[in-house]
């Protein structure tokens, strides 16, 4: 049994001294990207003229404020409005400009501050008014974050909008916790899978899933947003025939300080994670790549320097 807890610090630190090697001062900063005045006028006009403002659907990453990428930390200096998940980290939360509107339409397991349905037509509300909008989700927007119901009724409404990419939640986990999710020797592919398992017709099809982690040249399963169902998902692998003794791990708020990882196999990692105080997001990684892994030194990404917050 392996439960390991991350030494990573929070704080957007390096993001600055990165910055800064840029020649991107916070002055320059301001110049090139914030230029409150300039963007209140753009708001201005487009709201005399009646024009729709515009819509970014942006990734925040899984955990670790420093996996945002440049363009969403430029976007979000520029936009009007940020309307946030609960997953995206305060730090990045401290990066939007005192200026601009934040909204909080976060949801999670049993506690939705806003239904989706919601969330989109408020969208499309701020929109119309001129105002431009950054939609800010945990991981990545296209990967089990509903960006497809956000672009469809944007699109019905012909409000302009683009999607910016973030590391998704398996990616971040495997990375932080030195799990290979494809090797040549034993994982030639990966699967992505939702684990609500809200009624039987939403249930993966486990045949498959079972089918494909037990060939040759096999298949690395990641469910998301299972924890609560662990002992569920386990059993459903095993009755479908995957061997009871392959490898799981589960890493809990990966890329984040909190980060702990327990591994195990399919016939104990419940009864493992059930005596740990695992508190979720939670991935969990199953197939022979759980035993390829390797130690990862995440003091090295540790190295501290002064924080960085909004420009404006």
């Known amino acids: 049994m392996i439960i390991e807890k991350s030494p990573l610090p929070w704080g957007l630190w390096r993001i600055q001294q990165f910055l800064s090697n840029l020649h991107l001062t916070p002055n320059k900063q301001r110049a090139n990207w914030i230029n409150h005045e300039s963007i209140t006028k753009k708001f201005e006009r487009r709201r005399t003229r009646g024009e729709n403002g515009e819509v970014y659907l942006i990734g925040a990453g899984p955990g670790d404020a420093e996996l945002l990428t440049l363009k969403a930390y430029r976007l979000i200096q520029q936009t009007d409005v940020v309307m946030f998940d609960w997953l995206v980290n305060p730090d990045i939360i401290n990066m939007i400009p005192r ?70 939640a398996a990616s971040g986990a495997s990375a932080y916790a030195g799990i290979p999710l494809t090797h040549r020797e034993c994982a030639q592919s990966v ?14 099809n486990w045949r498959a899933l079972v089918a494909g982690a037990s060939a040759c040249y096999g298949e690395t399963l990641v469910f998301y947003m299972g924890l609560k169902r662990i002992g ?10 995957l061997p009871s003794n392959t490898a799981v791990a589960v890493i809990d708020q990966a890329t984040t300080t909190q980060q702990q990882v327990c591994v195990g196999t399919l016939d104990n990692i419940a009864q493992r994670v059930s005596s740990e105080n695992f508190q979720g997001p ?3 990684i199953v197939g022979e790549v759980v035993n390829k892994r390797y130690q990862v030194n995440l003091s090295l990404l540790s190295n501290s320097v002064k924080p960085l917050y909004a420009n404006a």
């Open 99 to 168: 200026h601009v509107e934040r909204i909080f339409v976060g949801k999670k397991c049993g506690q939705h501050s806003m239904q989706q349905a919601d969330i989109c037509q408020l969208m499309v509300e701020v929109a119309q008014t001129g105002k431009n909008i950054v939609r800010l989700k945990g991981g990545d927007p296209a990967i089990f974050a509903r960006a497809a119901e956000e672009c469809e009724i944007l699109a019905q409404h012909q409000i302009d909008f683009a999607i910016v990419p973030g590391i998704t």
């Open 191 to 204: 699967r992505f899978i939702t684990a609500h398992l809200k009624s039987a017709s939403d249930e993966p």
């Open 232 to 241: 569920t998902i386990m059993q459903r692998l095993e009755k479908h025939g």
């Open 282 to 284: 939670a991935v969990t």
